[in-house]
């Protein structure tokens, strides 16, 4: 299956720490050595698949600043195929805070990503089978302009291809914070057949939602489903994911890489225990490499209750930085 990321990229930039920094004014705070690497939901999701042996290419926004040659270099050294839109803008970057095991924080700043526009993409030359979009609350301009995404994946439904979305958490005091989410699910998610968020990601949109359960996660993926999306992957960290899927129709209209999966993938609703992992190596894109399992695995053509564990594995191989399975 040949699969095209685009959306939300970055650089991660993160210092090594024993313990959190403190922010007390005058006060020295001794951390360890700096790493720089790619980051964000294109570049994540992409970068696993490419690992698991699928056939991706990224469509990328790049800037124009001190930061930006660094930025080329680290997407060249990947060796997956891009497609880059120049801005005259800064390069986006995260200070990714993470320590002791505990999830991490991040202090983003958005850069090129503010004015990319998915409609720029020429879908018809690039021709994938699956175009997975990633972030928007990270992306200002599919905030602002409530068509942009939809008319991007419309566009994509017309040629055939699955369309796959990924969300990331609201933060109070961005753009995204003001951005009436009930309506923009309603207006995007009639033309997303895959949806992967977290249950952090859903309750930052749409107003809290009690503590992430089995019961809750089913409540919650049934409403998604009801918006239109064919097939929901909906999870909550350790409390495990829970995949559910729509009617044989709905599938069947899900294009080159669902529409063939139709009967068996229809009308089901499937959970999956997290691995026990009580100190992982990194929480760092493991929200991306479940969703690029799963992605995976429907290439694959796996059935939904093989694609679910095989995307457990997957995201329990990466928080414990091991080979893949």
């Known amino acids: 299956m040949k699969v095209l990321t685009m959306g939300h990229a970055c650089v991660d930039i993160t210092p090594a720490l024993n313990s ?30 490419h690992e698991l ?53 991040f202090w983003q700043h958005e850069g090129f990503n503010a004015e990319f526009d998915p409609r720029d993409i020429d879908l018809a030359a690039l021709r994938p089978e699956l175009l997975h979009a990633g972030y928007p609350s990270l992306m200002p301009f599919w905030c602002r302009n409530v068509t942009a995404l939809r008319d991007a994946f419309d566009a994509a439904k017309a040629l055939g291809i699955t369309t796959s979305l990924d969300l990331a958490h609201v933060a109070d005091g961005s753009v995204a914070s003001t951005v009436d989410w009930a309506a923009w699910f309603a207006h995007t ?31 919650a993926a049934a409403e998604l489903v009801a918006q239109g999306v064919a097939v929901v992957q909906l999870s909550a960290g350790r409390a495990g994911f829970l995949l559910r899927t729509a009617d ?19 009308d089901q609703e499937l959970w999956f225990e997290a691995e026990a992992i009580e100190r992982p190596a990194t929480t760092v894109g493991a929200g991306d490499s479940l969703t690029a399992g799963l992605i995976h695995a429907i290439g694959l053509g796996l059935s939904p209750g093989e694609a679910g564990e095989f995307a457990r594995r997957v995201a329990g191989a990466h928080l414990r930085q091991e080979p893949l399975p």
């Open 20 to 49: 959190s920094p403190g922010l007390e004014p005058g006060i020295l705070y001794t951390v360890g050595p700096l790493s720089m690497a790619l980051g964000g939901a294109a570049v994540n999701t992409a970068r696993k698949l």
């Open 53 to 105: 042996g699928t056939d991706v290419s990224m469509a990328l926004a790049s800037g124009d600043d001190e930061l930006a040659p660094v930025y080329r270099e680290l997407l060249e050294r990947l060796g997956i195929p891009m497609h880059l839109v120049e801005t005259p803008l800064s390069t986006s970057y995260t200070i990714v805070v993470q320590h002791g095991g505990h999830d991490r924080t």
């Open 189 to 219: 998610l009639r033309a997303t057949d895959i949806l992967s968020p977290s249950w952090d990601d859903v309750a930052s949109a749409l107003g809290p939602r009690g503590e992430p359960t089995r019961d809750s996660l089913a409540a």
């Open 248 to 266: 044989r129709d709905r599938l069947a209209r899900g294009g080159a890489a669902l529409g063939s999966l139709a009967d068996q993938w229809a």
